[in-house]
């Protein structure tokens, strides 16, 4: 069964970092590019960043520059999205979502989401 | 960053009605335009891509129009399951970025 399968709820304090994994089954993660989705509670969704099929390039939202980086592990067939510096308002569910084609050169749309992974910044 | 503004924010119907969504976008974007449905406590799940294409397994009483600045989602006749938040999404420039869903409530 193809599946992306996150990992679970974090509470970390304001200025430490999280690491959130997202791993692929049914698939190999490497052949299709995954994007991170955020919701902070009650709110919309809004897309951090981007990382291509085979790890050719990534592509981050501005706002994100610098303090959000995504990874893959091919090994474990697994991606990661690591956020530093966290600050109140990162309290989110994060998703990760895979584009729905594969080898795309840039993201598109998305075919398969995880199932979300609650970050809580507090103190 | 391109703007997307849903309309309305929510909205409540009956079974059966015909219910229709709008998404604005801040500049034209061709057709490169997506539609999510959300359900609580759930990840999106895509519904119709570039502005009218329906995705694998999803019921036709769904349906999309438009392009350029403006597009439409519709459901043709309101079911129970289909109490959701949805979310249009364009890709014509990164960053992608979403409107701020539409909750359908009956």
């Known amino acids: 069964q193809v599946q992306l399968a996150q990992s679970g709820a974090e509470v970390k304090k304001p200025g430490a970092s999280v690491k959130v994994s997202c791993k692929a089954s049914?698939?190999?993660?490497?052949?299709?590019?995954i994007s991170w989705v955020r919701q902070a509670p009650g709110q919309g969704l809004e897309w951090m960043g981007w990382?291509?099929?085979?790890?050719?390039?990534?592509n981050y939202a501005q706002k994100f520059q610098g303090r959000v980086t995504v990874t893959t592990d091919t090994s474990t067939n697994t991606a990661y999205l690591e956020v530093r510096s966290l600050r109140y308002d990162d309290t989110a569910v994060y998703y990760c979502?895979?584009?729905?084609?594969?080898?795309?050169?840039?993201?598109?749309?998305?075919?398969?989401w995880g199932q979300g992974t609650l970050v809580t910044v507090s103190s | 960053d391109i703007q997307m503004t849903q309309s309305p924010s929510s909205l409540s119907a009956s079974v059966g009605d015909r219910v229709t969504i709008t998404c604005q976008a801040s500049?034209?974007?061709?057709?490169?335009l997506n539609w999510y449905q959300q359900k609580p406590g759930k990840a999106p799940k895509l519904l119709i891509y570039?502005?009218?294409n329906l995705a694998i397994g999803v019921p036709s009483r769904f349906s999309g129009s438009g392009s350029g600045t403006h597009f439409t989602f519709t459901i043709s006749s309101l079911q129970p399951e289909d109490i959701a938040t949805y979310y249009c999404?364009?890709?014509?420039?990164?960053?992608?970025?979403f409107g701020g869903g539409t909750k359908v409530e009956i």
């Open positions: 979502a895979r584009d729905y084609f594969d080898g795309s050169s840039r993201p598109y749309y998305f075919g398969l």
């Open positions: 049914g698939y190999t993660l490497s052949t299709y590019g």
């Open positions: 990382i291509s099929a085979r790890n050719v390039n990534t």
């Open positions: 500049k034209g974007i061709t057709n490169y």
């Open positions: 570039d502005a009218f």
């Open positions: 999404q364009q890709y014509d420039n990164l960053p992608l970025t």
